[in-house]
């Protein structure tokens, strides 16, 4: 580019043939003049950009006078033409333009510059005359004329005359059409009319008049005359729409959202990587529950111990020759408290007793009574007050299948608790028996569980889901010894079993009033080493006197020596021991039908039980 300056024009861009040089320095576009009247034939030109007129010579201006055609037929081709410059008459029209017009002076051809080398045959510059690539012609510098479609200011009144010419067409104004036969008719420039002051109005066809170095325009009167002046994209890009907006809006916001979630994604990894390497930044603190109730459902195992624990002591005895530790638990505010016979027999008459209570409360006690028949003791604390005395249950209501919760001091450690089911009822069962002679021998009629009884037990409740005491802990069946606690320490196997309550409870109920129980008897004396099935009445009794009582329940009931008992009540009997736990199973005064085998024949007699003072 120039920077709007014209160049000099180089040899191989000027006109070839006889074309005189043209002057050097900036032009001036010429003034819009008002257009020619428009022939009829002209008016159907359609609207766009239209060429400016060529420049006539003043001799076509002439001729056009005359009604004759002008001397030069080009004027009338359309096509690319020349700015107006001073041209060289021709020799052929100076005669005739001699007459009309004085012809200007010559104009010396300016010396054309020797090339430095030979013309080109192939005419290729820059060695030949200008070819398809030769330079555009100079460019004029938009501030150096004024823009298209501008009025420009009259000249002054003083200056001189401008040469005649062939006047010009605005820009974008059609040519008038001229037929070959017509000359144009050249008319003298009228004088700019007075323009009213306001804003212009707007163009027919807006791009006529487009200048992109126009000036802003002036605020229009209406919106349609301010869209018709607002300049024109020089871009060309399509403007977006709203909609398009806001589309490439939430294209970008989505875009945001989504590298910001990569970016915390990859840092929380990055951290939660670091962290589980390295454990955290400071002190290591481990994950935990929130604090919870502390109250649970009351048919819970939670909730049953927490009910019966208070009223559940354990028992340290000490005697002459040996000591032992069992559990009992609080049977009224009086301070009785129910335990098994072989808990408290180490002591004796002499021995101790210190009962501890699950509050860490310590005191001593007194054995109140106690039967080996049945395993069961009282005995009584004094001076304490605030006991809570368990609630007793129905042994008889119990299914198989109920839960039950044991809780005891199974070697020494006092207030354990451990759950299971009810496994069996009626299970006939004899613990003791070391003294040798028979004396201290049990039978009862359990309740068998799998919840685990071991050493130590002895004694504690077998509660229900209740709370309510259904039994007394106080044997198991060991697996390297025999069937009663004393005799092993090898712990539970899941047989444990349980005095029903109903009987335990009639027996502390006499031990209580007058230190000892009764037991129901049949008056007869059994033979033990009877292999067969039933019970069998012996032939004598054990001082050699008869096998059965004179005037006793048996003797009434019409029983005989010999006689073999298979079933009490309708249940089978299958030893001596069974039908001692079934007799015992009841009250004295309770009826009882009896089954007995005589010769052959089965006979079924009725009888009343008896009673007998701790035998």
């Keep these: ?129 200008p070819g398809p690539w030769a330079p555009a012609p100079p460019v004029q510098h938009p501030a150096t004329t004024p823009s298209h479609g501008t009025p420009v200011t009259p000249p002054h009144h003083n200056a001189a005359p401008a040469t005649p010419s062939a006047p010009t067409q605005p820009h974008g104004t059609p040519a008038p059409h001229h037929s070959p036969t017509q000359a144009p008719v050249s008319a003298p420039a009228p004088a700019p009319a007075s323009v009213a002051p306001g804003p212009t109005p707007p163009p027919a066809n807006p791009w006529q008049n487009y200048d992109p170095w126009a000036a802003a325009p002036t605020p229009l009167q209406t919106p349609v005359q301010h869209q018709l002046q607002t300049p024109f994209q ?174 005891g001091a199974p070697y020494d450690l006092e207030g354990t608790v451990t759950s299971g089911i009810i496994s069996a009822k009626e299970r006939p069962i004899t613990a003791g028996g070391e003294s040798g002679d028979g004396s201290d021998v049990s039978y009862v009629d359990a309740l068998q569980t799998d919840a685990p009884i071991n050493p130590g037990n002895s004694g504690g409740p077998l509660l229900d889901s209740k709370a309510r005491v259904i039994g007394i802990n106080s044997a198991i069946r060991s697996a390297d010894s025999g069937s009663d606690e004393s005799g092993g320490q090898a712990g539970s196997i899941g047989l444990g079993f349980a005095i029903p309550v109903n009987q335990a409870k009639r027996v502390a109920e006499e031990l209580i009033n007058t230190g000892k129980a009764t037991h129901p008897v049949i008056g007869v004396t059994l033979d033990m080493d009877y292999s067969g099935d039933g019970a069998r009445v012996g032939t004598k009794g054990n001082d050699g006197s008869a096998a059965v ?43 009882l039908e009896l089954t007995v085998e005589r010769g052959g024949k089965e006979l079924t007699i009725s009888l009343v039980l008896g009673s007998s003072d701790g035998d």
Excluded: C
Excluded at 38 to 49: A, Y
Excluded at 568 to 590: C, F, M, N, W, Y
């Design 234 to 407: 020089q871009n060309g890009a399509a403007v977006p729409s709203k909609e398009q907006r806001r589309k490439r809006a939430r294209k970008v916001l989505v875009g945001a959202v989504v590298l910001l979630a990569l970016v915390s994604g990859g840092v929380g990894g990055v951290v939660g990587a670091y962290l589980e390497r390295n454990g955290g930044v400071g002190d290591v603190e481990l994950p935990q529950a929130a604090a919870e109730p502390a109250g649970r459902a009351p048919d819970s195992v939670a909730g049953i111990a927490a009910r019966a624990l208070p009223s559940v002591v354990t028992l340290h005895v000490t005697g002459t020759e040996e000591s032992g530790t069992g559990t009992g638990f609080v049977l009224d505010d009086q301070g009785h408290i129910l335990t098994n016979n072989h808990v408290v027999e180490p002591a004796g008459g002499d021995g101790e007793i210190s009962v501890t209570f699950h509050s860490g409360d310590t005191a001593k006690a007194t054995v109140v009574g106690r039967d080996s028949g049945y395993d069961l003791a009282v005995v009584k604390v004094s001076g304490v007050s605030g006991l809570t005395p368990l609630t007793l249950g129905n042994s008889d209501n119990v299914q198989v299948g109920d839960p039950v919760v044991a809780i």
């Design 549 to 591: 009582n004179a005037g006793g329940p048996g003797d009434k009931a019409g029983i005989k020596a010999g006689d073999v008992i298979t079933e009490v009540d309708g249940q089978r009997v299958h030893s001596g021991e069974e039908l001692i736990v079934k007799t015992r199973a009841h009250r004295p005064g309770d009826r």
């Design 1 to 129: 580019m120039n920077e709007g300056k014209p160049t000099k024009a180089k040899w191989w861009s000027r006109a070839g043939g006889g074309d005189a040089a043209l002057p050097e320095g900036d032009y001036e576009l010429r003034r819009p003049q008002d257009a020619l009247p428009v022939e009829d034939s002209e008016r159907d030109l359609p609207e766009g950009d239209f060429e400016l007129r060529s420049p006539q010579a003043p001799d076509a201006q002439d001729a056009a006078d005359r009604h004759e055609p002008p001397s030069d037929p080009v004027s009338d081709v359309s096509g690319d033409f020349e700015l107006d410059r001073p041209a060289e008459a021709s020799p052929t029209d100076a005669a005739a333009d001699t007459d009309a017009h004085p012809a200007p002076a010559p104009v010396a051809e300016a010396e054309r510059p020797k090339p430095l080398h030979d013309p080109d045959p192939y005419s290729t510059p820059p060695y030949g005359e």
